[in-house]
């Protein structure tokens, strides 16, 4: 069965950093497509970032790039997501998600079919 599970949630000052987890469980990581979502009340679930299958293509979303960094440890079966400089409009709930053999532009929440429960990042101003 195909598991996923963020942490690294919380609350932190503007300016500060977050490194975030998505735990994989029942799949080789490698075979994946990662990426990771955010989303706030009344908003759509937004693309920030995702690593493709086989690490070919990575993406990060205008608004995070060059705070953002994904990375992966295959050994832990684990997806990282460094955050430096937060802002407060960072503030949302956060979500990796999975899906298998995908090599294109994986920013697209519709084309993951597994999803982890979510961890809360909150930036106070």
């Known amino acids: 069965e195909v598991q996923l599970v963020e942490s690294g949630g919380g609350l932190v000052e503007a300016g500060g950093s977050l490194r975030l987890s998505c735990a994989a469980s029942g799949f080789n990581l490698d075979d994946y497509a990662i990426g990771w979502f955010r989303q706030v009340p009344g908003k759509e679930r937004e693309g920030i970032s995702c690593?493709?299958?086989?690490?070919?293509?990575?993406y990060y979303a205008d608004s995070v790039k060059g705070r953002l960094t994904i990375s992966k440890d295959n050994a832990k079966n684990t997806v990282y997501l460094r955050m430096n400089s937060l802002k407060a409009e960072d503030t949302a709930l956060y979500y990796c998600?999975?899906?298998?053999?995908?090599?294109?532009?994986?920013?697209?929440?519709?084309?993951?079919?597994?999803w982890g429960q979510g961890t809360q990042v909150t930036v106070s101003s």
């Open positions: 690593i493709s299958s086989s690490d070919i293509t990575t």
């Open positions: 998600a999975a899906v298998w053999q995908y090599y294109g532009d994986c920013r697209y929440p519709g084309d993951y079919n597994h």
